[in-house]
């Protein structure tokens, strides 16, 4: 690859790092900045994921001053969930391509805002949900578009672990930076899953939610209308002892399971099972930024995307506070994205 693109990454945690040794090792990417104000989470990203000690990336402590001092073509924000909007809004000031970790913001405001101001940009911004880009949910996709699963009469989640055992006391339990709680944390990669897997939109919902005693929700459990008239569910518990989550799609054709993650599945068509079934190769969250960035690939994961998350969480939050079902405001019709 002819041309290297310089890629600054605002956040150095431990998402940050496991984006960082991927890009580290893709040809054709250089990560030329960090901007991160903890010292420590600095150095640690340099001694876990720059294998070229020669060519270090420039540090800074504000994102800001590293947008105005350092010529980038994207930028990768791995921060807490209320500061992305701003952060984005800058890199795509500053003339960068964004890819943003999930949610991609915390209200369907924000979300319609970020998307009309990359449209004038004209750069792209990509969320890292990691299942549309597994083979997984590409093949998924496609065979629900297709028509392959039939009507669909089932479409159910569940996403148990002991987030709230291993969050107490870290920024993901406060309200302001999060957005709120375990729904919008590891939930949104199970509400991004029944999105992205569909292609629906959702267009009503019943919510109930515990905080269990926190400032946030802990645990919920979401019913769903969907845009095609259909039904599901969504179960949502972070005080659980052991992980355990997924996705299960059933029709009037066949049926599949899957991680919310991707990365694993389960096929049954006409009552048989589909062995060995054909997927698709894919590129990775990072290489496929790289090539957004190039110009010779889009994203399956776009803005849009992130905007119905966000129409999603902020109609699950009124209806759990009004105790009763909400419409979601939106379109109806089925998401237009690459893959």
């Known amino acids: 690859m002819a041309q290297e693109v310089r890629i600054g990454i605002v956040g150095c945690g431990g998402m940050a790092r496991h984006h960082g040794r991927v890009f580290d090792a893709l040809p054709g990417v250089h990560i030329a900045s960090l901007a991160e104000p903890n010292q420590q989470n600095v150095d640690r990203y340099i001694l876990e994921t720059v294998s070229d000690k020669t060519r270090p990336p420039t540090t800074y402590t ?34 960068c391509h964004v890819l943003v970790e999930k949610p991609m913001v915390i ?3 924000d979300a319609h805002a970020l998307i009309a101001h990359a449209k004038k940009c004209n750069k792209i911004v990509s969320v890292a949900f990691p299942g549309p880009f ?58 991004n899953a029944l999105l992205y897997l569909t292609g629906l939109s959702v267009s009503e919902v019943y919510a109930y939610t515990d905080s269990k005693g926190e400032a946030v929700e802990v645990s919920g459990v979401v019913m769903m209308k969907f845009s095609d008239g259909s039904f599901g569910t969504a179960s949502v518990s972070g005080d659980a002892t052991v992980f355990e989550q997924g996705v299960f799609l059933q029709g009037s054709r066949g049926s599949i399971k899957t991680s919310i993650y991707g990365g694993t599945m389960e096929h049954w068509q006409e009552g048989r099972t589909v062995n060995n079934p054909v997927v698709p190769a894919v590129a990775s969250v990072q290489e496929n930024f790289r090539d957004v960035i190039m110009g010779t690939s889009d994203t399956p994961s776009p803005a849009l995307l992130g905007l119905r998350q966000a129409r999603l969480m902020d109609t699950i939050y009124a209806s759990a506070a009004q105790g009763k079902p909400v419409n979601v405001i939106g379109d109806n019709e089925r998401v237009l994205m690459v893959g």
């Open 62 to 95: 504000d994102y800001r001053e590293m947008l105005s001092r350092e010529s980038l073509d994207g930028v990768v924000i791995v921060t807490p969930h209320n500061q992305h909007f701003t952060q984005a809004i800058a890199a795509l000031d500053a003339g």
């Open 107 to 109: 209200n369907t405001h």
């Open 134 to 191: 597994t083979s997984e949910f590409q093949y998924i996709r496609a065979h629900l578009a297709e028509g392959g699963l039939g009507d669909l009469s089932v479409i159910n989640g569940v996403c148990a672990q002991p987030w709230i055992q291993n969050q107490t006391g870290t920024w993901r339990v406060d309200p302001l930076q999060s957005g709120g709680g375990n729904l919008y944390d590891s939930g949104a990669h199970l509400f």
